[in-house]
């Protein structure tokens, strides 16, 4: 599968998961709206939910270019991001009905902790 940019296949699609994260899949790069689902990859990298944008529960302190949904991943020893909780957090992506893509593995076979969020209307010629 080609690459273009940060993640997203040019051709091809992107296997959608509901209700249990992918073992393995015949795809590296998997997609979801299951917030069990985004929850269980941000437990397994320790990835904590957060947002660069201004918020009811605080404001803006990093500028992210997404659309408007703003909500990213700290992970451990990097926290660029403004934490929020996990209530926030979903609700922002569920207002601004977003896809959450990830790759499963890195090349080597460790967790990989690429993903992008994207609006769920423009990425859905790519789900299978």
Same mark, same amino acid.
């Given at each position: 599968?080609?690459?273009e940019g940060e993640l997203l296949p040019r051709q091809g699609s992107?296997?959608?998961?509901? +209700?249990e994260a992918p073992v393995e899949s015949p795809s590296r790069v998997v997609s979801t709206r299951d917030h069990s689902v985004i929850r269980q990859w &941000?437990? &397994?990298r320790q990835a904590e939910? &957060?947002?660069g944008e201004a918020t009811r529960s605080g404001p803006a302190k990093v500028a992210v270019n997404d659309g408007g949904a703003g909500i990213r991943f700290n992970f451990p020893g990097m926290g660029l991001f403004r934490p929020i909780d996990w209530d926030e957090?979903? &609700?922002n992506f569920d207002r601004h009905l977003c896809a959450f893509v990830y790759e499963t593995n890195a090349d080597d +076979?460790?967790?990989s902790n690429r993903y992008r969020i994207v609006k769920a209307a423009d990425f859905k010629d790519l789900v299978s």
């Open positions: 599968m080609k690459f992107v296997m959608e998961v509901r +209700g &941000a437990v &397994a939910p &957060a947002t957090w979903l &609700a +076979g460790t967790l």
